[in-house]
């Protein structure tokens, strides 16, 4: 198990922080804030209709958009675990039947990968560059995060930890999958909700979640929920927590922020396998320890 933290301003020395690990879809956040900073430069409208689309920016960031996920598809998993090559995102729009909405904008939730797909095209389409430099120019270079990237074949995936994920094919991640150091996750959340990328008030939106329930077993959430681009909601333990889990082929990764009082943390985990709730736990461990019990 991989782990990288900050508290209270202080990254905390870890010897595998700089392993490069598959971001999963901590990519999400990513995208999230590149989208949001479109809204703070005044190019797109958070709540107004997105071109040709019936749903708006605000309820794609949410999964309120009424969108299905491309990985309620049998053939998508059997093509995956085949070996195949990734569908053209074409196809798979059309497999899905994705252009039927699958309820109202803005009336229920539903996570969907296909989304996050259709912000990052807006991102390419409003900024007029490709993906990887929208997020070079509008996240990481303001952010001061490194050594981030896409993995867009699985040579990409070639010095990426673990060695078993170098025979999936990232493509298959249709929104995109960033790889990069553990340590530059964790900088990057604690960067983004503490060194006024975006305003107050942008901020404040992106961390408004739409409730998901109550707790949800083998998992630390009690009352789990999802805001712009990021997860949030108390824990067992009482605390807050914003950020992200990511699973995929190979390995599952935690990075969450928290606060308590004056003391405020954020901590990245890696480890092999797919138990979400056993490195989320381990990163709320570790930020309790950093923060202290709820006050």
Same mark, same amino acid.
């Given at each position: 198990?991989?782990? #990288?933290?900050? $508290?209270?301003?202080?990254?905390?020395?870890?010897?595998?922080?700089?392993?490069?690990?598959?971001?999963? #879809?901590?990519?999400?956040?990513?995208?999230?804030?590149?989208?949001?900073?479109?809204?703070?430069? /005044?190019?797109?409208?958070?709540d107004e209709p997105l071109e040709d689309a019936q749903f708006t920016?605000?309820?794609?960031l949410k999964h309120q958009a009424g969108l299905a996920d491309y990985?309620?598809?049998?053939?998508?998993?059997?093509? $995956?675990?085949?070996?195949?090559?990734?569908?053209?995102?074409?196809?798979?729009?059309?497999?899905?039947?994705?252009?039927?909405?699958?309820?109202?904008?803005?009336?229920?939730?539903?996570?969907?990968?296909?989304?996050?797909?259709?912000?990052?095209?807006? +991102?390419?389409? $409003?900024?007029?560059?490709?993906?990887?430099?929208?997020?070079?120019?509008?996240?990481?270079?303001?952010?001061?995060?490194?050594?981030?990237?896409?993995?867009?074949?699985?040579?990409?995936?070639?010095?990426?930890?673990?060695?078993?994920?170098?025979?999936?094919?990232?493509?298959?991640?249709?929104?995109?999958?960033?790889?990069?150091?553990? #340590?530059?996750?964790?900088?990057?959340?604690?960067?983004?909700?503490?060194?006024?990328?975006?305003?107050?008030? =942008?901020?404040?939106?992106?961390?408004?979640?739409?409730?998901?329930g109550g707790p949800i077993s083998g998992r630390p959430w009690a009352?789990?929920?999802?805001?712009? /681009?990021?997860?949030?909601?108390?824990?067992?333990?009482?605390?807050? =927590?914003?950020?992200?889990?990511? $699973?995929?082929?190979?390995?599952?990764?935690?990075?969450?922020?928290?606060?308590?009082?004056?003391?405020?943390?954020?901590?990245?985990?890696?480890?092999?396998?797919?138990?979400? /709730?056993?490195?989320?736990?381990?990163?709320?461990?570790?930020? +309790?320890?950093?923060?202290?019990?709820?006050?």
């Amino acid at each position: 198990m991989l782990c #990288s933290m900050i $508290v209270n301003g202080q990254p905390l020395p870890a010897e595998q922080s700089h392993v490069v690990v598959p971001w999963w #879809s901590f990519t999400k956040p990513v995208l999230a804030a590149a989208a949001l900073t479109l809204v703070r430069d /005044g190019l797109v409208q958070l709540d107004e209709p997105l071109e040709d689309a019936q749903f708006t920016l605000r309820q794609l960031l949410k999964h309120q958009a009424g969108l299905a996920d491309y990985s309620e598809l049998k053939a998508y998993h059997a093509a $995956v675990t085949d070996g195949q090559t990734p569908w053209p995102a074409d196809e798979m729009m059309q497999r899905l039947d994705a252009s039927r909405l699958r309820y109202t904008p803005g009336a229920g939730w539903r996570y969907s990968n296909v989304g996050y797909m259709l912000v990052a095209r807006l +991102i390419e389409r $409003v900024t007029g560059l490709c993906i990887d430099d929208a997020l070079t120019q509008r996240v990481f270079i303001p952010l001061d995060v490194t050594g981030v990237q896409f993995a867009n074949k699985p040579e990409d995936l070639a010095d990426v930890y673990p060695p078993a994920i170098a025979s999936y094919n990232p493509g298959w991640v249709y929104h995109g999958l960033l790889v990069g150091p553990l #340590s530059q996750a964790t900088r990057l959340l604690n960067r983004l909700l503490t060194e006024g990328l975006l305003p107050d008030s =942008l901020l404040q939106e992106m961390q408004e979640s739409f409730a998901l329930g109550g707790p949800i077993s083998g998992r630390p959430w009690a009352a789990p929920g999802y805001g712009l /681009g990021l997860m949030i909601g108390k824990t067992n333990s009482g605390h807050l =927590l914003v950020g992200h889990t990511g $699973v995929g082929p190979g390995g599952v990764i935690a990075v969450y922020y928290c606060s308590n009082g004056s003391n405020q943390a954020t901590c990245s985990v890696f480890a092999k396998g797919n138990d979400e /709730g056993q490195v989320e736990t381990q990163a709320l461990d570790r930020l +309790i320890a950093a923060v202290g019990p709820c006050q």
